[in-house]
């Protein structure tokens, strides 16, 4: 049951803010990372863990929100290559946080892209940064 739902938010969500089309059947993708070594203001996130992805998944598309300025960090596409782990290398053209005076929220998404260039995945995680302040 937890599956159908999620999946429904999955679909409301692209198909809200016109983003590619959701398969139906989209998982829900279980990411981890920590912002420990991370230099604030500078280029690149670090790297991602990453589960549930389907068999099918061509490339994984990674993006990076701030919650307190409502800005978008950008977005990388990386070839998906069957690995857990997405390289910190791979994810040099997202702008790291940069927050001003107190530790800002950020959210990390990554969506699950096939060959027909469909959705079939997407998980996020958030956290503060800097983490433990």
Known sequence: MKHVINSV?????????????????????????????????????PEISIKGVPENTKYLLVSMYDHAYFYDHGEVQVAYNGSNIIA????????????????GR???????????????????????FPEGK
């Open 9 to 45: 938010l999955i679909a409301l969500f692209f198909s809200f803010f016109g983003c590619s089309d959701v398969s139906p059947d989209a998982v829900e993708l279980r990411i981890d990372f920590t912002w420990e070594g991370m230099v604030p203001c500078s280029w690149g996130i």
């Open 106 to 128: 950020y959210k990390i998404t990554v969506k699950a892209i096939d060959e027909n260039e469909i959705v079939i995945g997407v998980g996020s995680k958030e956290r503060y």
């Open 88 to 103: 910190k290398d791979s994810l040099e053209e997202i702008y790291c946080p940069c927050p001003p005076d107190a530790p």
